[in-house]
């Protein structure tokens, strides 16, 4: 596998965050905690490897411009704003949720996987599309 590879596998490992996310949310609804756990797991072992893999690929490639022209460009980085802002702060929120679940406090992992559910599907899902946009769109 090349350097030219990661942006690749950098969707796939957001996708499947997503499809994990999704799982985890609809498993604690079936009450199957259990899997819950194991799924939410995975999802952050996802994305921490997408994590790692994206801070790799820009260290070696730097930044990729966007080729688009016209409203594709406005929308592409409206996308990327919102995209960029709310994943700067997924790390944390994830974090915090998994330990305050880790360490039986559910009460209080409940109150803030309300908000961070969403707001890490919002940022697997756009990873996704942000890469579509930049590296398989027709210019």
């Not at 994990?20 to 199957?32: D, E, P």
């Not at 919102?82 to 992992?109: D, G, K, N, S």
Request: proline residues 3%.
């Amino acid at each position: 596998m090349s350097v030219t590879d990661l942006p690749t596998v950098n969707a796939l490992l957001n996708g499947l965050a997503t499809l994990l996310l999704i799982s985890g949310f609809i498993l604690v609804k079936q009450r199957k905690l259990e899997a819950h756990r194991k799924v939410m797991l995975a999802a952050f072992g996802c994305s921490v490897a997408f994590l790692v893999s994206y801070l790799y690929y820009h260290s070696q490639v730097g930044s990729v411009r966007f080729q688009g022209q016209g409203a594709i460009r406005t929308v592409y980085f409206t996308i990327l704003l919102t995209h960029t802002v709310l994943a700067a702060v997924v790390p944390f929120l994830a974090a915090v949720t998994l330990i305050r679940a880790l360490r039986e406090r559910f009460a209080a992992h409940r109150r803030l996987a309300r908000w961070t559910l969403p707001i890490w599907l919002y940022v697997s899902v756009t990873g996704v599309v942000i890469y579509l946009m930049l590296y398989r769109m027709p210019v």
